[in-house]
């Protein structure tokens, strides 16, 4: 009985030593990388089937996502410091997380930056985490009957190249299965441990992993494309009834910059642009690869810690830089 005892309490002292353990080193690269950021949004920031099947963002709340604080705003959008005026016309924004901008505060997004800066610009940006083609349709679809008061001049699409789908489409993804223990626990420490971001980051290239998996989907072999153009095109139909102007602007990611001078590195870009062209009328196409050209060498300087696809601080400065000289 005494040995169990003795085994017991040397065993109830490894567990407290190494958790000491792993908390001092948490802390420790908590300090020394502030700039990592912990995954995870405020659910109370979203609501379920807002527009149609589509999620859409929550009426004046305030939550966090990847650990900045997020403000929403009346017209089920991103709340910036200036204050919307309904009396002038307003340009929709529509896009992902990344011009949503996950892990920066509303006022140094891209969208943010130009809305405090420039005052004959009023935005209302209802980009979302998980957004797509389809999304996009359907939130314009519905938010011109929800807001009728707001008096639109044009509607902006930022694209990102997981843009084609919602969900992933193929059995080999960057992503581990949703349903296995292990998904769990990967996503429990990305939503509290910057350890798990730091190896990561320092063992995995995961910007690549993204983008190599989602280009291929603009392959001819896959219907995705064909499907986001008609999505697109109905966006496009939307804007000529409201007599409205339509843009897309086509954002890089992380790798794409890093290997700028790669002959084809930008092949999934160059194919929905040939296929938007060809498809749809009425559209401006802007491809946003030449803000970053410069920045080949620091490339992920320019987006979040371990992160090949959202935009950091000075990412987002880069791009609102580049969109005041588009005349955006």
Not at 112 to 129: A, E, H, R, W
Not at 177 to 190: A, G
Not at 303 to 314: E, F, M, P, V
Not at 316 to 327: D, G, I, T, Y
Request: proline fraction near 2%; hydrophobic fraction near 40%; charged fraction near 20%.
């Amino acid at each position: 009985m005494t040995r169990i005892k003795g085994q017991i309490i040397y065993l109830a002292y490894l567990v407290v030593s190494i958790i000491i353990i792993f908390a001092l080193i948490e802390l420790t690269v908590r300090l020394a990388f502030p700039q990592i950021k912990l995954s995870g949004t405020s659910q109370n920031l979203i609501v379920d089937s807002l527009y149609g099947n589509t999620p859409g963002i929550a009426v004046n709340e305030e939550g966090t996502s990847n650990g900045t604080i997020k403000y929403t705003n009346k017209y089920n959008a991103w709340k910036y410091s200036t204050k919307l005026s309904t009396k002038r016309k307003i340009r929709l924004i529509l896009g992902d997380s990344v011009t949503m901008g996950i892990g920066i505060d509303n006022d140094s997004t891209f969208i943010g930056i130009l809305m405090n800066k420039v005052d004959s610009l009023n935005f209302i940006n209802l980009s979302l985490i998980g957004y797509s083609s389809e999304d996009y349709y359907q939130v314009l679809k519905y938010f011109r009957n929800i807001h009728k008061d707001i008096n639109l001049s044009s509607v902006t699409v930022f694209w990102t190249l997981n843009d084609l789908y919602s969900n992933y489409p193929g059995n080999i993804s960057p992503e581990i299965n949703t349903n296995s223990f292990t998904y769990s626990l990967i996503d429990f420490l990305r939503k509290h441990s910057k350890t798990y971001h730091l190896i990561k980051s320092l063992f995995f290239d995961r910007a690549q992993d993204y983008f190599l998996y989602d280009s291929k989907f603009y392959n001819h072999n896959y219907s995705l494309l064909n499907e986001s153009v008609k999505k697109l095109n109905m966006v496009s139909d939307i804007c000529d009834s409201l007599n409205i102007s339509f843009q897309l602007f086509l954002l890089p990611y992380e790798f794409q910059i890093r290997n700028f001078n790669v002959s084809a590195i930008f092949t999934p870009q160059n194919k929905l642009k040939s296929q938007l062209k060809n498809n749809i009328e009425n559209i401006r196409i802007i491809d946003c690869r030449d803000a970053f050209i410069k920045y080949s060498n620091s490339s992920r300087e320019l987006y979040l810690y371990g992160d090949g696809i959202h935009l950091s601080k000075r990412g987002h400065k880069v791009m609102a830089s580049f969109l005041r000289k588009q005349n955006f």
